[in-house]
């Protein structure tokens, strides 16, 4: 049986090794040679070499895992895991690429492992910070090996909310922006970090009560959704529990205020034609 606890560890060794080549990257970056996969997604030879450390750490841990990944460098799927494994890795190797490209903080690297379909281990490494937060089914959520927990905070009102902005299909953005509108005027105010990878680790770690954002993919969210869930934490879709790993749309809070964030998107919301 595999011992997910020391899976996760070696899990964070691995990406904190990814996070050490991004970190020496950023020192003489340039922006020259940035790729537009569209009109506002970046991707640099920094997120696809550091889809490839990855990779590789990954295939010693566990040489049976399929791969989803977000650069395509094993052919991996965005949507579905690999058939016939047991095991898929989730990897988004920069979360952050445009906050990393203008040299602002903060971007991550981002690891989740499937297990029949299951989240079971996962790790974000928020480079800029040094900090690492690892989460194993069942086995609580850590941040820098220092057990986290979500905070108590029992209403909106009481609330530090985060979100991202959208991309791609703006036709919803009406939409949107009346939520953000909501959010700002029932709670101590909305912040967006650049990072869903980070936002769902700081919710778990107690400094945002809640996040929402759609048009997400499941490397963006995989370990950020463990480690909510496992810091007491819950993640849902915006209506309904629904599939927040390959859904598209997240959201997550400390639990208290999950309903009152559902109801508050749930009056301006249609359901997603992504």
Known sequence: MTDFTQLSLDLAGVCRRAGQFIRQEAAAFDRGRVEMKGVHDLVSYVDQETERLLVAGLRELLPEAGFITEEGTTGGSSQATSAGTDYTWIIDPLDGTTNFVHGLPCYCVSVGLLHHGELVAGVVYEVTRDETFRAVRGGGAFCN??????SDAPKLTNSLIATGFPYTHFGQLDDY???????????????????????????????????????????????GILLVREAGGRVTQFLADGDPLFGRQVVASNGHVHEEMQATIREFWKEAKL
């Open 145 to 150: 090996e220092q057990p986290i927990h979500v």
């Open 177 to 223: 922006l009346q939520i953000l509108g909501a959010f700002m005027q029932r709670t101590h105010g909305v912040r967006r970090v650049g990072s869903a990878a980070a936002d769902l680790a700081w919710v778990a770690a107690g400094r945002f009560e809640g996040f929402f954002e759609f048009n997400l993919n499941s490397y963006d969210v995989a370990a």
